[in-house]
């Protein structure tokens, strides 16, 4: 197999990301992103519903923030991947509620703006490739302006609460800028909003650049940033992103300097690791997280991988690429990382509480 070295890859595909003062943002409509299409508001924006449980909107605020949410579904080793754990996340939604005291189930739709390239080429990723190279045939350039206008349009017309503005791709955090021309544009409308951002971790080089102006946003409550590891081994990480392996350590540097800035900080893990020795690659992983932040692993979300159509598409051209998915059953991971590792690590107080709960300090 060969691998790529994705600092190259950035550098190319940020200069394509960025011009005068605006951002490409992916076409997404008819991209087989969403099954059906049905949550395109257009053919460039789209909304997340984080909570899909019924059952969740029903309840009482007190059982809202109890262990009833937490965690897996009964006899989960038997149920559909899709339908193992009682809420499909727990971010931003709980973020937003626990940092701004209010229902999280006013934060559960989400307006997501998804940037048009990413650094990595993870062979699971529900975007399609081409979309994802920061090609402007397929997308089409926006100012925060207008990304915040059209946002306030979907909100006006939403049903149901939308009140979270997610930077998503692709990767932001090559193209940090949008963090801080986002933002702003937020304060200068005086919006009551919450901003979720998501990192593939894979470098700090541009967050650094503009370290002063992103340290002050993400010390805002309003704010939330969830970096994405790949896999737990620098084997894996390669085949999952096809990326050369020692730049597996770049993602601990950049969650350490995202917990340097004092950030409300998450991390994603998606069930997809290789080989036998799962439980000793998690427990691995679980111990370099609690160097960098000894709760760290407490604000973890293992991420299940659903075969949409666009990741669908994904999965066939790695495996071509000598890049295959695990064969691991997604249940395993699950049942070790919730059942057995955690708790050899945290007192069960702690693990009754959300990701949210749990204190960097």
């Given amino acids: 197999m060969n691998f790529f070295n994705p600092e190259k890859r950035a550098e190319v595909i940020r200069q394509k990301m960025m011009e005068n003062g605006k951002y490409l943002i992916a076409q997404i409509g008819d991209s087989g992103q969403e099954q059906k ?20 909107f029903s309840a009482s605020l007190e059982e809202i923030w109890s262990q009833k949410f937490l965690g897996l579904v009964d006899n989960f080793k038997s149920k559909p991947i899709n339908e193992i754990k009682k809420l499909e996340f727990q971010n931003p939604a709980y973020s937003a509620g626990f940092n701004l005291k209010k229902d999280p189930r006013n934060y559960s739709k989400v307006f997501t703006i998804q940037l ?44 149901e609460p939308m009140n979270v503005v997610r930077i998503s791709g692709g990767n932001p955090t090559i193209v940090p800028e949008i963090i801080i021309d986002i933002y702003q544009e937020i304060k200068n409308q005086n919006l009551d909003v919450y901003l979720w951002i998501d990192s593939n971790l894979s470098t700090t080089k541009y967050l650094e650049n503009l370290k002063n102006d992103l340290k002050n946003i993400f010390n805002q409550k309003n704010v939330g940033v969830v970096g994405c590891f790949k896999g737990t081994c620098e084997k894996d990480f390669s085949i999952l992103t096809g990326a050369e392996p020692q730049f597996y350590e770049s993602q601990f540097k950049t969650a350490e300097w995202f917990l340097g800035q004092g950030t409300d900080f998450y991390v994603y893990l998606p069930a997809l690791i290789y080989e036998n020795n799962i439980e000793e690659k998690l427990k691995n992983f679980i111990e370099r997280l609690r160097k960098l932040n000894k709760n760290l692993p407490l604000r973890v979300e293992v991420l299940e991988i659903i075969d949409y159509p666009g990741a669908k598409l994904n999965f066939e051209r790695a495996e071509k690429m000598g890049r295959p998915l695990p064969n691991t059953d997604q249940r395993i991971i699950f049942d070790l990382w919730h059942n057995k590792l955690l708790p050899e690590f945290y007192s069960q107080k702690d693990l009754e509480k959300y990701c949210c709960e749990i204190s960097l300090q």
């Fill in 37 to 56: 299409n049905k949550k395109i508001l257009d053919t460039y924006f789209r909304y997340k519903d984080y909570m899909d449980n019924k059952e969740w």
């Fill in 116 to 159: 048009a390239g990413c650094d990595f080429d993870c062979n699971y990723c529900y975007v399609p490739k081409q979309i994802n190279v920061a090609d402007p045939a397929l997308g089409k350039f926006f100012s925060a302006k207008e990304i915040i206008d059209y946002f306030l349009s979907a909100k006006e017309k939403s049903k």
